[in-house]
């Protein structure tokens, strides 16, 4: 009896991210859901402007701890199964998770005492009963911390053994959860209820992951002292990790500062046009690079630079391929997909029309958002964090800069512009550092085929009249056929280049629908 042959490195990515589509496209299903349940129960109201401003340190900036932690845990972890035995290595993680704990704890209890304070700061457009609601949201969600830390630890741990469906199926727990929470809880506690269920589902996150961990014979539990020779270091490279991680999360919570000075909706129409920004990086983009940062920190470790350069460049291609006509798409037919998803129960016209200008401008930025968390990963995988931290300090002070320039004139959207402007700064300081080969050919024919797109697009919004369709399956089917036709439009011009990686769908695509044939026959 012979073996099949063993899997190469391109088949074992493509299985990964073939797993993590899956799971991450649940997940993102029921993150849609979520938004779409929260606004149909607030719309973009005082109460929902409260509650996202009450989850800007909670949700942003301890979700960059829980990135930070993951992304550095890969590249240590690569390192500590080839150097230490597994003893070693669980006394590394039972060290970190210790000093997390201890480190969370403390940060909970300052966060608790000086609430109101931070409250103030952040949200200086906020007065009375509005900025009290704030407070106590914000005070029943700091707890969280403790739990974005350990699930960070345990993403990373599970990252670098390879398993990736149970981490990327964590966010559809936490989403469940919270939705749960909106539509019971919103009946005896408003929405503080959406507060109190949005500790609850990342508590859950912990209780999902911990199994898995189990199944790798790890079960964290503390230790001390700290001692382990790679302690330390995973700890130092965490601080410019956060940095980077946290970029984002600054810039965003800049924003609802500014934005709590305007009128009412701004905060909420500005957070629910970013959650469909973060689509084409949570569900497209992130299927595609996990896998290959985990195999980027493996060469890395063993000094083979010539399959880190192949590697990394086949990552950049996949992703260029994919984030352009998802920007198009998003940008040509905002409006559309904001009447699909969220023009129900409490979100109205005046909502949409806040939403789509505010979207428009996240669409734009979409390229860059990926490209640069791309090459911050690149840059991860070879344990090098001094660039990408100060490049995300120059791109908050664009951020800043263009904020007090731009939302005289255009308001909240001005925000949402500077914003844009300052992920393609960034994007260009990291892009310089990565010199990679077989990309400007590749460059020139996207451009070809966004551009033929982007007229297709156009065409069928004009001649359909979908802006302004009524109905909601009248407007969903519409949508779908011209989005086909568009992303057709796409691919077929990229196939007429002969571009690799749209024959290799293609034969991707065949297969599948043979094998569903056969199912189905």
């Not at 966010?171 to 408003?190: D, M, Y």
């Not at 800049?254 to 129409?269: E, K, N, P």
């Not at 791309?374 to 490049?391: G, H, I, N, V």
Request: include cysteine.
């Amino acid at each position: 009896m012979t073996r099949p042959p063993k899997a190469t490195v391109p088949q074992k990515i493509e299985r990964s991210s073939a797993i993590l589509f899956g799971a991450t496209l649940l997940s993102r299903i029921s993150g849609f859901l979520r938004s779409m349940v929260l606004a149909y129960a607030f719309g973009t109201s005082a109460g929902t402007d409260a509650w996202i401003m009450a989850s800007a340190l909670p949700n942003l900036l301890f979700g960059a701890v829980n990135t930070s932690i993951t992304m550095t845990t890969v590249p240590v972890m690569t390192d500590a199964d080839a150097i230490f035995s597994p003893s070693s290595v669980a006394d590394l993680l039972d060290q970190v998770w210790s000093g997390l704990l201890l480190l969370s704890l403390v940060l909970v209890v300052g966060g608790e005492l000086t609430a109101p304070w931070l409250m103030a700061l952040l949200a200086p457009g906020f007065h009375g009963h509005q900025l009290q609601r704030t407070v106590l949201m914000t005070r029943i969600m700091i707890p969280t911390m403790v739990f974005w830390g350990t699930a960070g630890l345990m993403v990373g741990v599970l990252q670098a053994r390879d398993v990736y469906a149970g981490p990327a199926l964590s966010p559809l727990v936490v989403n469940l959860v919270q939705i749960a929470g909106i539509l019971l809880l919103r009946h005896w506690f408003h929405i503080e209820g959406v507060a109190i269920g949005f500790t609850v589902a990342v508590a859950c996150q912990v209780v999902w992951l911990r199994p898995l961990l189990a199944r790798q014979n790890i079960r964290l539990k503390w230790q001390w002292p700290w001692n382990h020779p790679l302690a330390r270091r995973l700890i130092s490279l965490m601080w410019p990790f956060f940095l980077v991680s946290s970029a984002s999360s600054v810039e965003m919570i800049i924003d609802r500062i500014l934005a709590s000075s305007m009128v009412v909706g701004s905060i909420s129409a500005m957070n629910f046009s970013y959650t469909l920004s973060q689509v084409p990086m949570g569900l497209i983009i992130a299927p595609l690079t996990t896998p290959i940062f985990t195999r980027l920190s493996r060469h890395h470790a063993r000094a083979r630079d010539m399959e880190f350069s192949r590697l990394a460049t086949r990552g950049l291609r996949l992703i260029l391929l994919t984030v352009v006509p998802l920007a198009i798409g998003f940008f040509a037919f905002r409006v559309p997909i904001l009447r699909i998803i969220y023009e129900h129960g409490a979100f109205s016209q005046r909502s949409l029309t806040m939403t789509s200008r505010t979207l428009a401008f996240f669409a734009l930025g979409m390229p860059a958002v990926a490209l640069t968390a791309y090459f911050q990963q690149l840059s991860f995988a070879r344990q090098k964090t001094k660039d990408p931290a100060r490049y995300s300090v120059a791109a908050i002070s664009l951020n800043i800069v263009g904020n007090f320039a731009l939302t005289p004139s255009l308001a909240v959207s001005g925000l949402v512009l500077a914003t844009t402007l300052a992920s393609w700064l960034n994007c260009i300081l990291l892009w310089r550092h990565f010199p990679l080969v077989g990309i400007g050919g590749l460059a020139l024919r996207i451009a070809l085929a966004a551009t033929a797109m982007s007229g297709v697009s156009w065409l069928q919004l004009h001649v359909s009249h979908l802006d302004t369709m009524v109905g909601f399956f009248p407007v969903t089917l519409v949508m779908a056929l011209a989005a086909t036709l568009s992303s057709a439009t796409y691919a077929g011009v990229l196939w007429l280049f002969q571009v690799p990686e749209v024959s290799a769908g293609k034969r991707l695509a065949i297969r599948v629908m043979r094998r569903t044939w056969r199912l189905v026959a």
